[in-house]
C-alpha cells in the first residue's frame, strides 16, 4: 500500500519569501509523484510531476520539486512567492502504470504581505 | 491539457432526497473516471473508481447502494447520492484518466459543494 505525509498542515510566510512545502511517501513500487495546487471552492489544478528523468521537475509559475528516491521525498520550493501562490497543495503519489491517486493531507500556504 | 467539467458546482438539498452530479470530459475520452469526497481542510479521499460500461469499483468503507456511480459513456460519469443526509455535506471531485506520451495523467472537475439540510 502507499501513502503520502504532507509534515506541514499549515505554512505562513511573507511575500517574496522562498518556501518549501515537505511531501514524504512509502511505497514498496515505482511510482509517479505529483503536486496539485487547490484554491478555494475549486477543483485541483496539476503543478507539477515526476514520472521519470530528470529527479528535479518544474512548473510554469516558479515552482520546482526534487524526486529524492533515498528519503522517499519530493519536496515542493519556490524561491519568491506571491500573494496569489495562497492556496492548498496536496502531494500525490500513484503506481506507474495505474491511475489511482493517494493524496497526502494538504498544506496551506498563506502568503502575508 | 485536457478539460473536466462538473455540474453542478453547487447544490443544496433536503434530507432524504437524491442528488446527482455529473462529470465529463469535454475534449477526450476516458475509460476511468474516479470520485473523491473531501470534507473541510481535509485531504481528498478516493470513493470510488469509474469504467466505463463496467461497475464501479468501490473503496472499502464507501456504501455503494448510497453512492450510485453510472459511466454509460466514454465521456460522462455520474454520482448519485441517494437519500442523502446531512452527513453527506461534502465536497465531491472527479476526475478523469487521460492516457499521455508520459503515462496517465489525471485531470479533475471543479468539484460540487453538496449540502444537505
Known amino acids: 500500500a502507499q501513502s503520502v505525509t504532507q509534515l506541514d498542515s499549515q505554512v505562513p510566510v511573507f511575500e517574496e519569501a522562498p518556501v518549501e512545502l515537505r511531501c514524504n511517501y512509502s511505497?514498496?513500487?515505482?511510482?509517479?509523484l505529483f503536486w496539485y495546487v487547490q484554491y478555494p471552492n475549486q477543483g485541483l489544478q496539476l503543478l507539477l510531476k515526476?514520472?521519470?528523468?530528470?529527479?528535479l521537475v518544474e512548473s510554469i509559475n516558479g515552482f520546482e520539486a526534487e524526486f529524492n528516491k533515498s528519503q522517499t521525498s519530493f519536496h515542493l520550493r519556490k524561491p519568491s512567492v506571491h500573494i496569489s501562490d495562497t492556496a492548498e497543495y496536496f502531494c500525490?503519489?500513484?503506481?506507474?502504470?495505474?491511475?489511482?491517486?493517494?493524496f497526502g493531507q494538504g498544506t496551506r500556504l498563506t502568503i502575508n504581505p | 491539457g485536457a478539460v473536466v467539467s462538473q455540474h453542478p458546482s453547487w447544490v443544496i438539498c433536503k434530507s432524504g432526497t437524491s442528488v446527482k452530479i455529473e462529470c465529463r470530459s469535454l475534449?477526450?475520452?476516458?475509460?476511468?473516471m474516479f470520485w473523491y469526497r473531501q470534507f473541510p481542510k481535509q485531504s481528498l479521499m478516493l470513493m470510488a473508481t469509474?469504467?466505463?460500461?463496467?461497475?464501479?469499483?468501490?473503496e472499502q468503507g464507501v456504501e455503494k447502494d448510497k453512492f450510485l456511480i453510472n459511466h454509460a459513456s466514454l465521456t460522462l460519469s455520474t454520482l448519485t447520492v441517494t437519500s442523502a443526509h446531512p452527513e453527506d455535506s461534502s465536497f465531491y471531485i472527479c476526475?478523469?484518466?487521460?492516457?499521455?506520451?508520459?503515462?496517465?495523467?489525471?485531470?479533475f472537475g471543479q468539484g460540487t459543494r453538496l449540502t444537505v439540510v
Open positions: 476526475s478523469a484518466s487521460k492516457p499521455g506520451t508520459e503515462g496517465t495523467e489525471a485531470f
Open positions: 511505497s514498496s513500487v515505482s511510482v509517479y
Open positions: 515526476y514520472l521519470s528523468g530528470s529527479t
Open positions: 500525490a503519489v500513484s503506481h506507474q502504470g495505474a491511475q489511482k491517486l493517494v
Open positions: 475534449d477526450f475520452q476516458a475509460t476511468t
Open positions: 469509474s469504467n466505463e460500461g463496467s461497475k464501479a469499483t468501490y
